[in-house]
């Protein structure tokens, strides 16, 4: 058994980025970028005015309320014909440039139309306010999006701004899904005597698709050598083959044979971790192969710690792991396992810092206590229990629950 962060340098040694690829900007959400962006233009692009009001010298108005002749309109989009003079204002509109001269925007609001030719101002003004100046946000040429980074509605409002109507992404990593077990049936199925139906297929899916993958879905194979083998045998065409099931040491666990008989090398078989402790992790040529527990908390949680940090490290992200908090425990929680534990959690701010309520779950196999939690608390090997009122590290999951106190 190997410790959970040897594990994931191991994962991450072995995930190589994939080639980058160009797409169009509509099709670039969810995407890392695979180039570093920096604007075409100094932005804002003019001195732009931040309200619509008057565009006057504030030095005219200090001794406001006083009258100025109205001597032009700039809406947005059009470039001022002429320049402010002494007691002049201009009517301008928010996003219009401000005209040479004007040192101010007064806002509409503190201002009073005097007659068909003046304008009364209200209220003094200050030197700048109300104007946006050129480049006071970002200069021609300055970095505005990094390599690497996932491409959000925030960074696509950014490449948007700077032209990239195309752009160079990692290339998706193709993701094949397998899962193992006799006792499994499809979704739409009722379970007969025994039998479950299979949770882990959809879920492992879904994780694959939410980190960027094109997953293919190889079905389910029943605990037999051939059907297996005739599984992975298509999987092992994908970037990345996952087999969820069949890892531990049953008489019914056959996926490392079948993975060693394909040629697979394995780099490790056991993790320290508790849900998850049989994890294989092995590759074939360009192929990773991750071979997961079948219990469905074990399967996304190690999903979630090795397969997610390797698909997003093969599309070239800079961050691969969960963001990590400290948080301040609202009640107990035991590991007695002798290896790090990932406990559900929900986590939420409260007076200033985070807390984190620990959800009841009855263990690995409990998928509706881990749809409930929002957090993973890490209880190192050592710790064998936490009280309430004491502080630990949790990994946030990326799944905003709020936290309304009567979620069991
Ligand atoms: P295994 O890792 O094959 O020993 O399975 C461990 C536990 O997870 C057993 O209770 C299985 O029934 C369950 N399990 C395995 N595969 C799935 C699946 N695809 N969906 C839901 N539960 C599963
Ligand atoms: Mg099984």
Request: proline share 7%; aromatic share 2%.
């Amino acid at each position: 058994m190997i410790p959970a962060e040897e594990a994931l340098e191991v994962v991450l040694r072995e995930a190589g980025a994939l080639p980058a690829e160009e797409v169009a900007l509509e099709d670039a959400l969810g995407r890392v970028l695979a180039e570093e962006v920096r604007s075409d233009r100094d932005l804002p692009p003019f001195d732009r005015a931040a309200m619509d009001g008057y565009a006057l010298r504030a030095a005219d108005v200090a001794g406001a309320p006083t009258a100025l002749v109205v001597v032009g309109e700039v809406p947005a989009g059009r470039w001022p014909d002429r320049e402010v003079g002494a007691g002049e204002a201009i009517r301008i509109m928010t996003g219009a440039p401000v005209p040479q001269g004007a040192t101010a925007v007064q806002p509409v609001e503190r201002t009073r139309p005097l007659d068909e030719f003046r304008v009364t101002i209200l209220a003094p003004v200050a030197e700048g306010a109300n104007v946006a100046p050129r480049g006071s946000e970002v200069r021609a040429g300055d970095l505005v999006l990094e390599r690497g980074r996932l491409i959000d509605p925030a960074a696509v409002a950014v490449l948007a701004s700077a032209g990239r109507a195309r752009v160079q992404v990692g290339r998706r990593p193709v993701v094949a899904v397998l899962v193992t077990g006799d006792e499994l049936v499809a979704v739409a199925a009722v379970p007969g005597p025994g039998q479950i139906r299979n949770s882990n297929g959809p879920a492992l899916a879904a994780q694959a698709r939410l980190a960027g993958a094109v997953v293919r879905v190889l079905g389910l194979a029943p605990d037999q050598t051939e059907p297996i083998a005739a599984a992975v045998a298509e999987g092992l065409k994908a970037d990345l083959l996952v087999v969820s099931g069949g890892v531990s040491v049953g008489d019914f666990d056959l996926v490392e044979p079948v993975l060693a008989g394909h040629g697979v090398s394995f780099l490790f078989t056991q993790v320290a971790i508790k849900p998850g402790a049989p994890l294989v992790f092995g590759r074939r040529a360009q192929t990773l192969v991750f071979g997961l527990p079948g219990n469905p908390v074990s399967a996304q949680v190690t999903f979630d710690l090795f397969v997610r940090a390797a698909l997003l490290k093969m599309q070239g992200a800079r961050v691969l792991t969960r963001p990590r908090v400290t948080v301040e425990l609202l009640g107990p929680v035991k590991n007695r396992s002798g290896r790090r534990a990932h406990l559900p959690a929900r986590v939420r701010s409260e007076g200033g810092h985070l807390v984190a309520r620990p959800v009841r779950s009855q263990g690995s196999g409990d998928l509706v206590a881990h749809a409930r939690a929002n957090a993973l608390l890490l209880m190192e090997a050592e710790r064998t229990q936490a009280e309430a009122g004491e502080t630990a590290e949790a990994l946030l999951l990326g799944r905003y629950l709020e936290d309304d106190g009567a979620t069991p």
